[in-house]
């Protein structure tokens, strides 16, 4: 049975939405033998509604990947920040990937900047990987607590136990 990981998307608009479809669909084709996906969206302009905006918090706050699709020549609208804050506050330090996608034009000038600035930050708020395109490979899914990445480190693998047991080399005799 395959892992499911979960794709919370956050777009501006149409455009942006595009980007974001092709981008979760590279996502798909590129890990459909390994990993399932459950993917969410919620546009820029729900997020002004209350419901909206706390029903997206929610379904991000378990997110393995949150994918923001914006337009490079703008900043991120106040009330989206302010969204992305509440969020950050509740999630707490779970691990995870922030993809910060942009839609710059090609005569855009260096505002570009700003709105990746804005998810680069978040990510590292968030103690989250910042990317920008569909990564090589996730070979893992993140650690859900401390107390799961204990565990793992007090497992011991035959492999590990092949070399805890394993009779130490005689030692050399100076020459």
């Avoid at 033998?33 to 459950?38: P, R």
């Avoid at 378990?62 to 969204?83: L, N, R």
């Amino acid at each position: 049975m395959k892992a499911t990981w979960s794709v919370a998307v956050i777009f501006e608009d149409a455009r942006t939405q595009e980007t974001a479809i092709t981008f979760c669909d590279s996502l798909v084709r590129r890990f459909w033998a390994e990993l399932e996906f459950d993917v969410s969206w919620w546009a820029f302009k729900g997020l002004e509604r209350p419901e909206a905006a706390e029903e997206a918090i929610n379904k991000s706050l378990g997110a393995d990947v949150v994918v923001f699709s914006v337009q490079g020549q703008s900043e991120v609208p106040a009330h989206v920040q302010q969204w992305a804050d509440a969020w950050l506050e509740r999630r707490g330090k779970r691990e995870g990937a922030l993809v910060g996608l942009l839609n710059a034009e090609e005569d855009a000038k260096p505002e570009p900047v700003r709105a990746q600035g804005f998810l680069r930050h978040l990510a590292h708020r968030a103690g989250m990987d910042f990317l920008t395109e569909v990564p090589q490979n996730l070979v893992n899914r993140f650690p859900e607590t401390l107390e799961s990445c204990s565990e793992r480190a007090h497992h011991v693998t035959t492999v590990l136990d092949g070399i805890l047991h394993r009779p130490a080399p005689a030692p050399r005799s100076p020459t």
